[in-house]
């Protein structure tokens, strides 16, 4: 997930699959689908090469440095991704829903930090996210189909998110 925000956050520019998925060691980074983060279902359509895996974070928080003095951001509790109302199926078998969702959870801090132009924020410093880093999917047609939203507000906010990612795995 570090290589994923990194990248997303335009610390880091990897080269592109045949179908414009970023790319690292046989992993593509897949896309969002647009969603607000009220709960408006979002969708999108994603092409895979044969034998190429992909990671993709389900929920994040991202923390922040700031040049006006404001003390940076400090990590959001635990408990706000403990109590995570999670679904997360892919061809409706489930991967992440609240009983294993801290096994997909990780924190961590950006070294270095990655800028931000956006004063007085000045640099993103940390995330925490849940996501996935998957293996291959047999070629054909896949739905991943994601349904998250926090229950105890962090920063003040709940989000809520229902996006599916319509996979496209073509042949070698």
């Known amino acids: 997930m570090d290589t994923y925000w990194t990248w997303a956050l335009g610390g880091a520019t990897l080269p592109n699959d045949a179908h414009g998925n970023a790319v690292v060691k046989g992993v593509a980074l897949m896309a969002f689908?647009?969603?607000?983060?009220?709960?408006?279902?979002?969708?999108?359509?994603?092409?895979?090469?044969?034998?190429?895996?992909?990671?993709?974070?389900?929920f994040a928080?991202?923390?922040?440095?700031?040049?006006?003095?404001?003390?940076?951001?400090?990590?959001?509790?635990?408990?706000?991704?403990?109590?995570?109302?999670?679904?997360?199926?892919?061809?409706?078998?489930?991967?992440?829903?609240?009983?294993?969702v801290?096994?997909?959870?990780?924190?961590f801090y950006f070294n270095p930090a990655i800028p931000l132009n956006s004063p007085p924020a000045n640099a993103w410093?940390?995330?925490?996210?849940?996501?996935?880093?998957h293996a291959p999917l047999p070629v054909g047609n896949h739905v991943m189909?994601?349904?998250?939203?926090?229950?105890?507000?962090?920063?003040?906010?709940?989000?809520?998110y229902n996006n599916t990612w319509n996979i496209h795995v073509t042949g070698r």
């Open 33 to 58: 689908p647009s969603a607000p983060g009220d709960g408006t279902p979002g969708s999108i359509d994603i092409t895979l090469s044969a034998g190429e895996g992909f990671a993709i974070p389900f």
């Open 102 to 107: 801290m096994q997909y959870f990780t924190e």
């Open 125 to 133: 410093i940390w995330a925490q996210t849940v996501g996935v880093v």
């Open 145 to 160: 189909k994601m349904h998250v939203r926090n229950t105890e507000p962090a920063y003040g906010f709940t989000f809520e």
């Open 61 to 100: 928080f991202l923390g922040n440095s700031y040049s006006d003095g404001t003390p940076p951001d400090t990590f959001a509790a635990l408990s706000v991704f403990q109590t995570l109302d999670i679904s997360v199926t892919l061809d409706g078998v489930t991967i992440v829903d609240g009983s294993n």
